[in-house]
């Protein structure tokens, strides 16, 4: 049973940063397909990246690319997700997500098995 718990959420100002962690118990973060999302209230869940685990391949949101990067700690079975630029319109929760998934089905999932309570992200 794999549990995955967010962390790093929280107020920051629009321009600012902020780097959300992903922490896996209970198999390899490092044999995963992990991903990021987020849902602001009264709007569609949107993925924000993802990660191939075992190969680092790393996949971006269109909306997204060039202020977010995905990157995995295998020593602490932790996924990150450092946000940039951030505006109001990037509020929500954050959650991440993971399954066994390969390398071209990691980028089209829709569903994962795992995923965590998430973490608010509130730019103000």
């Known amino acids: 049973q794999v549990q995955l718990v967010e962390s790093g959420g929280g107020l920051a100002q629009p321009g600012g940063s902020l780097r959300l962690s992903c922490a896996a118990s209970g198999y390899p973060v490092s044999r995963y397909c992990v991903a990021w999302y987020r849902q602001a209230p009264g709007k569609e869940r949107e993925n924000v990246a993802r990660?191939?685990?075992?190969?680092?391949?790393?996949y971006y949101s269109d909306s997204m690319k060039g202020r977010v990067t995905i990157s995995q700690n295998n020593a602490k079975d932790t996924v990150y997700l450092e946000m940039n630029a951030l505006s109001p319109e990037d509020s929500g929760m954050y959650y991440c997500?993971?399954?066994?998934?390969?390398?071209?089905?990691?980028?089209?999932?829709?569903?994962?098995?795992?995923r965590g309570r998430g973490t608010q992200v509130t730019v103000s």
């Open positions: 990660i191939n685990s075992p190969t680092g391949t790393t």
């Open positions: 997500a993971a399954d066994s998934y390969g390398v071209g089905s990691c980028q089209r999932a829709t569903t994962f098995d795992y």
